[in-house]
């Protein structure tokens, strides 16, 4: 570790993304995704300007708020699980983060970053993606979507600083954030007769 302090951002993005990929609960699910863009800000903080960090977090937070203000009215039933399938869920999540870990080194030395910003960006797409695989009604689709692209977001804001281009990306993040609360909407609709 570079910087001690990044110990903190670090363990609340890999606790976010547990809830995330635990939990059962829409309410749930949406505080952790909150919680893991504020941890996503406190690192950006390090390689952008405040303002910049600023729009990434509001995106973020925007785009709960928009898959929360859906969710009242639809139910969203996804059984709990047994115990084994949680020992399960959780011991594929630890070996992706062994393996973000791992190749978070050679990220960071190619691409010029922090090895903390490596590591969590690579510890949040996989985490996306391994939620993508598992989960099939479309409000977990749309967030490990939006988990996948926030893990992206962080490898890619300490390459490009450009605002045009960093613009783009909330603009598409708030995107998916509608697009997911319509077919959530949807889904719910035709389930009833």
């Not at 910003?117 to 996989?126: N, Q, R, T």
Request: glycine share 6%; hydrophobic share 60%.
């Amino acid at each position: 570790m570079d910087n001690w302090f990044n110990i903190i951002p670090v363990l609340l993005i890999l606790a976010a993304s547990l809830a995330i990929f635990l939990f059962a609960d829409w309410r749930r699910c949406l505080v952790a995704l909150a919680v893991l863009y504020l941890g996503m800000f406190i690192l950006l903080v390090q390689v952008w300007p405040l303002t910049l960090s600023a729009v990434k977090l509001i995106t973020g937070w925007v785009a709960v708020v928009i898959l929360a203000m859906n969710l009242p009215r639809t139910s969203i039933n996804q059984d709990e699980g047994i115990l084994s399938q949680h020992i399960f869920k959780v011991f594929a999540l630890i070996m992706i983060w062994v393996l973000a870990f791992l190749i978070s080194k050679s990220i960071s030395s190619a691409f010029q970053i922090s090895p903390e910003i490596a590591f969590s960006a690579l510890a949040i797409f996989g985490c996306g993606l391994l939620q993508l695989g598992m989960k099939g009604q479309p409000f977990f689709v749309i967030v490990a979507i939006l988990t996948v692209f926030a893990g992206f977001e962080l490898l890619y804001a300490s390459v490009e600083s450009s605002v045009l281009i960093n613009g783009l990306l909330a603009l598409i993040n708030l995107l998916i954030a509608f697009i997911g609360a319509y077919f959530t909407d949807l889904g719910e609709r035709e389930d009833q007769p």
